[in-house]
């Protein structure tokens, strides 16, 4: 026992030593943890702001649990702005001067914003929003403020994306009066501005608003027929804004709203009521991916905070909590966390204010620098800091029904607009299509789109300007009642137009009003009627208004629907050949001269060949001889020979031959014809550029723009005179420019066409046609009218309707549709033949060529036959097979060859070649004495025989008969 006393006491210094050095070392960690002050200023009442509150005390434990080694540690000092600018300010002062915060997280909303950022600048306290987006913000060039949100801008391009998706032209802003909403409007502007959509008219609704002063203005809109409305504004005014719609009526078929993220990020906090008064509205939401940060973040949520849902505000609270531990962190170690203690300014006269004396953080350099560089994967994405916020990629395209939202599809930069975002993009902007979204339910329960624009039941009826001209009065004509002197207007025009309004998927009220002076008279030209369009007197112009450039800085021009053009008519004179050589015209002198050739050179190949194949031809003196073959030649010309040639050459040059004169013939035909009637309308001038050299009068029509285009083309106002009608146009073309009058008319094709239907016969179109682009109907600029008039002027046009239309007021002017005239027509000539001559002639030296070899052939055949009849023969020889071998048998008698006349050997001998066989048989047979045997020839063969050779059978062949009767 004693030894166990005597080891504890002397044990108990020892763990006495150690104990006490354990508690040191405790009290020396608790003491290197800096604690680092940081302030917030938020609207501690509100909903929004509490459950921002909550995810950052969350991330700052979380984020310490898991960083237990860091030497600092947060200290949040929370003040109530409530809900004022002055409160905020008011709060963030006091922060700074006795708090002596490091960083200040807040405000809650842009319009505390500007004098925070202001008292950051100056005292060098960085201020973190994550809830003011507005991008005036941005204007303070603070350095000192950092966004840890997205910036408003980066949504309006996916607003435009879905505007021009649906090819809505006009749309109304409706904002929040405040710093929040206006805040977005130049960037709409621009965006809208981009794909042509039209800012009707700027609704600013303030939050201090009375629901009477609200539904005031909403009934304004409703006065207007833009359909199309985008909200830009915080929940509590937007849900008031929905529920007088609904009230009034704007929630149903035909209306179309967009909120911006201002409400979709925030409808967690809405009740089923104001969801249920957005049925049918499109949203832009911000998008967070689902990382597994995020999902883990709302599984702890939901275990401490049951079922609150977690909203954007409170993932980017969460992170900015975060990103400002980590930078702290950073600079803990080389930093002074404490202010200055030199005053700026100890004033305290009358003079001073609380700024003067206010100290700055010695901490705010390094700070802010930490801030813009750190970067880490979040709940919220990737938290890295550009230009002092958070960068936007991708929203979220919802449309709210009662129960919820459901996403019908999502915008990505440089992307445009998707269905998924699972779906590889090629990188190309794909927003110019609807197809791009899922199915929406519109308001109204439907799923049709909506139009974006339409008139109002109670709106007034458009102003139409009309032209009062005195002539043309079948495109434009204003008449008045001579009792009520309420005005008619009838024409193609006015036909063409009402039917394109009648076919308008809406219904358009309108009326016409004459353009013209109270006693009448017209009021003024087309370009004046224009400029009263533009300046708002009228709300369009409807006539023969032609489309150009200069009128297009003022109007917006539907599509033309008639001809474009503009034409130079002239006179015609009657310049017909009626000379009486004009039949010798059609061909020049050199086809002349070839075709004659031609004809010699045939009748010598004729001569040729027939002087080979007929006797009968060669009998002939030589003067007939030529003048059959030459008459042979040019017959072929007009009739078919009954009498065929005889010899087979002949014939197949003559079949060629007459293909060429049908040829020759009818292109003479046709080039008589056209001489003896079309120059009939050859005009006195040629060429627009001669009416220049020849200083004549032009004529144009009164008020016309062609006025203006012939003094653009050097033509002296002296040189031009007007016409208002038809007939008067035509008189002064029968005064001529030396009475007066006119030579040459410069106008549109239209007006040219009406008037051509009357005077066809006299006039013509010469080169060139200028350009114009035809009639058009006349809307001020940015109308939604101009592209759905656009599209039914199309669908008229390629119908049978803008036929009938034509065929009520311009019948007539087909007859002259083509009146243009060119030069006299062309002569003929020998280049245009060439190709036939050539074949004849090459046909020819064929059968020349063949009938040579022909006779080559023959000659050689009937010299050997001569030889082999001159051979001594068999006296054994025996009658040929199948004939007749009676003793009885004798030859017949014929009649004595030696008085007949026998023609000298020549070529007509080619027509007994079918002969000479038998002749040399009966040669053989009376050569056959010695065996006695006598060979009965048919008698009709030695007839035959007979009138042969008593023609053509030689002296040489005649000893040979001589011989065969002897025997």
Known sequence: MSLFNHLLSRALPLWLLFFINFLVLLGKSQQEVLQVQVGIVLDTNATLAALSLRAINMSLSEFYN????????????????????????????????????VAIIGPGNSMQAPFLINLGNQSQVPIISFSASSPVLDSLRSPYFIRATHDDSSQVHAISAIIESFRWREVVPIYADNEFGEGILPYLVDAFQEINVRIRYRSAISVHSTDDLVKKELYKLMTMPTRVFIVHMLPDLGSR??????????????????????????????????????????????????????????????KRFGG????????????????????????????????????????????????????????????????????????AGRFQLKNGKLEATTFKIVNIEESGERTVGFWKSKVGLVKSLR???????????????RPIIWPGDTIFVPKGWEFPTNAKKLRIAVPKKDGFNNFVEVTKDANTNAPTITGFCIDVFDTAMRQMPYAVPYEYIP??????????????????????????????????????????????????????????????????????KPLTRELWFLTAASF?????????FEYQASGDFRKQSIINKISNVFYFSFSTLFFAHMRPSESIFTRVLVVVWCFVLLILTQSYTATLTSMLTVQELRPTVRHMDDLRNSGVNIGYQT??????????????????????????????????????????????????????AKYCSKYTIIEPTFKADGFGFAFPLGSPLVPDLSRQILNITEGETMKAIENKWLLGEKHCLDSTTSDSPIRLDHHSFEALFTIVFVVSMLLLLAMLVCRRYRQESKSGEINANNSPTDGNMRAPPNQPTDDNMRAPTSPPIDDQVLEPPGPALNEADDQDQLLNDEVNVGDRNEVDIIVEVDPTLVHRRNLITSKTIPTRRAALFSRIKSA
């Open 703 to 756: 008020g016309s723009f062609t006025f203006e285009r012939l003094k653009q083309m050097g033509y002296k106002e002296s040189r031009l005179k007007t016409y208002d009608t038809p007939q008067e146009m035509h008189e002064l073309f029968l005064k001529k420019s030396s009475n007066g009058g006119i030579d040459a008319a410069f106008d549109e094709v239209a007006y040219v066409k009406l008037f051509m």
């Open 423 to 437: 779906v590889n993009q090629t990188g190309i902007k794909i927003s110019h299509s609807s197809h791009r979204l």
């Open 66 to 101: 898991t960083h237990n080694g860091f030497k600092t540690r947060i200290v949040l000092n929370i003040r109530d702005s409530k809900r004022t600018v002055v409160g905020a300010a008011a709060s963030a002062l006091y922060l700074i001067k006795k708090r002596e915060v």
């Open 241 to 302: 804004l929905f529920s007088i719609a609904k009230e009034i009526g704007m929630m149903t078929k035909g209306y179309v709203w967009i909120v911006t993220n201002g409400i979709a990020d925030q409808m967690s906090v809405m009740g089923e009521s104001s969801l249920e008064n957005m049925h049918g509205v499109l949203g832009v939401k911000t998008y967070f991916s689902r990382s597994k940060e995020l999902m883990y973040l709302e599984t702890r949520w939901r």
């Open 600 to 608: 010699l050179y045939i009748g010598i190949m004729v001569w040729i």
């Open 308 to 379: 609150e849902e977690l909203n954007n505000f409170e993932c980017w609270g969460y992170d900015t909590a975060t990103a400002l531990a980590m930078s702290i962190e950073e600079i803990s170690s080389n930093v002074n966390m404490s202010f200055s203690q030199t005053k700026r300014n100890t004033s305290r006269d009358d003079t001073g204010t609380d700024l003067d004396d206010l100290s700055f953080a010695l901490s705010g350099p390094k700070l802010l620098q930490a801030l813009a560089t750190v970067s880490f994967k979040g709940v």
């Open 515 to 584: 353009f013209e002076t109270p006693d009448g008279k017209p009021r003024g030209s087309y370009d004046e009627m224009v400029y009263h369009v533009f300046l708002g007197e009228f709300d369009g112009a409807v006539g023969d208004t032609t489309i150009l450039a200069n009128r297009s800085t003022y109007v917006d021009f539907a599509l033309p629907y008639s001809e474009t053009g503009i034409v130079v008519v002239v006179p015609v004179k009657d310049e017909r050949e009626k000379g009486k050589w004009v039949f010798l």
